[in-house]
């Protein structure tokens, strides 16, 4: 018995010295290692960057407005189906896939007698709005003549664009990280910093679509942070130089925020 109180009271002893040799620093101190990601922010940093992709377009939409006039609304409806289906023949004509062929707006309106005080309709016109996407751009020429000699009283609009846009916008976002990356690491390093941890990063999203005349149509694509348009240098010529084709610009811009911590 007197031994294992003896034996207690060595091991008290020994904790009690250890506790004291702690609290005066002979103990082991906790030491921080320092590397990329590690060290203790100093602050953080917001930047953004942006990546433009030009491509040559691929695909075209053109619309085309078929309008007449008649005294009835009937008889306006009547000749005009006779003139869009001639013109939608001879378009089918050249080759174009029915699913490639739209009716994009149809108007029938009235038209009053502007001579007098009272309302009186003298007539009333008709119109039909037709949507046509070539995947051939070179044939565009040929559309604009084949559809305007056969009935088409009017081209509404000619839209470009790509149909591999799903690879070109993810490029380009790809890019404008490492745009937005390097800017951070240079903003930094005129600082006498670096750069720690990304902490987040953002995009911002555009819409590219189609209006059809009047706005009686509106057809949407939410491409992300991806818009599609003729670029401001290119010009639209064909072969004979007539027509010529641009470009089309496929953007990017994203936000990035990270740490900064001493530079190594």
């Not at 009690?16 to 103990?27: F, I, N, R």
């Not at 990329?36 to 619309?63: C, F, H, M, Q, Y």
Request: negative net charge; proline residues 3%.
């Amino acid at each position: 018995m007197d031994r294992n109180r003896t034996l207690i009271g060595v091991l008290l002893g020994i904790v009690v010295c250890l506790l004291v040799w702690t609290v005066a620093g002979g103990g082991p101190r906790l030491v921080r290692a320092y590397g990329t990601g590690d060290e203790s922010p100093l602050g953080s940093i917001n930047v953004s960057g942006s990546s433009a992709i030009r491509v040559k377009p691929d695909r075209v939409t053109v619309t085309f407005g078929i309008e007449n006039f008649s005294e009835s609304p009937r008889a306006a409806r009547e000749d005009n189906a006779r003139l869009s289906k001639q013109v939608l023949s001879a378009i089918r004509a050249l080759g174009v896939a029915d699913k490639d062929v739209a009716t994009a707006c149809f108007n029938l309106q009235p038209e009053y007698d502007n001579y007098t005080s009272r309302r009186i309709i003298v007539g009333y016109w008709a119109r039909n709005t037709i949507a046509v996407t070539l995947r051939d751009v070179a044939q565009m020429e040929s559309l604009l003549v084949t559809a305007l000699e056969s009935g088409a009283t009017a081209v509404d609009g000619i839209e470009f664009s790509v149909t591999n846009l799903r690879p070109l916008r993810d490029q380009a976002r790809e890019q404008a990280v490492k745009a937005a990356l390097e800017k951070a690491r240079d903003m930094a390093g005129a600082a006498g910093l670096s750069i720690g941890t990304v902490t987040g990063i953002s995009e911002n999203s555009y819409n590219y679509g189609y209006y059809g005349f009047y706005g009686g149509n509106r057809q949407w694509a939410n491409v992300q942070n991806v818009v599609q348009d003729l670029a401001n240098e290119g010009a639209i010529t064909l072969e004979d130089g007539s027509i010529a084709l641009g470009e089309i610009v496929v953007k990017a811009e994203v936000g990035v925020t990270a740490t900064l911590v001493p530079a190594h």
